[in-house]
Nanobody, 124 residues
Framework: QVQLVESGGGLVQAGGSLRLSCIAS????????MGWFRQAPGKEREFVAAITWNGGITYYADSVKGRFALSADNAKSTVYLQMNGLKPEDTAVYYC?????????????????WGQGTQVTVSS
């Protein structure tokens, strides 16, 4: 089992920044990497960014490239999503997830552990 706890969401004006954190506990060694997904009202949950525990290789959705940066602190089993240049369309609940099946971090399949989500609201 892997437990995930997100924090750092909130309300910010367009152009502002937020940093989300996700602390993993339990059998974290069983996960290949960590991902962030988001879900806006009435929309499907979509991939945002991901990182491998080994090597810190990162992946980003095209919609956030150049604005979001993902990093990991292996010693603390924590991943950080720095979000800059936020836009109203970034408004969503953001979920942290642990990938335990497969190695393709961009797809939702294989993310078997999820956090409770943190709300990010960007006002125009």
């Amino acid at each position: 089992q892997v437990q995930l706890v997100e924090s750092g969401g909130g309300l910010v004006q367009a152009g502002g920044s937020l940093r989300l954190s996700c602390i993993a506990s339990g059998r974290t060694f069983s996960s290949y990497g960590m991902g962030w997904f988001r879900q806006a009202p009435g929309k499907e949950r979509e991939f945002v960014a991901a990182i491998t525990w080994n090597g810190g290789i990162t992946y980003y959705a095209d919609s956030v490239k150049g604005r979001f940066a993902l990093s990991a602190d292996n010693a603390k089993s924590t991943v950080y999503l720095q979000m800059n240049g936020l836009k109203p369309e970034d408004t969503a609940v953001y979920y942290c997830a642990a990938k335990t099946l497969g190695v393709n971090l961009v797809v939702r399949y294989g993310y078997n552990y999820w956090g409770q989500g943190t709300q990010v609201t960007v006002s125009s």
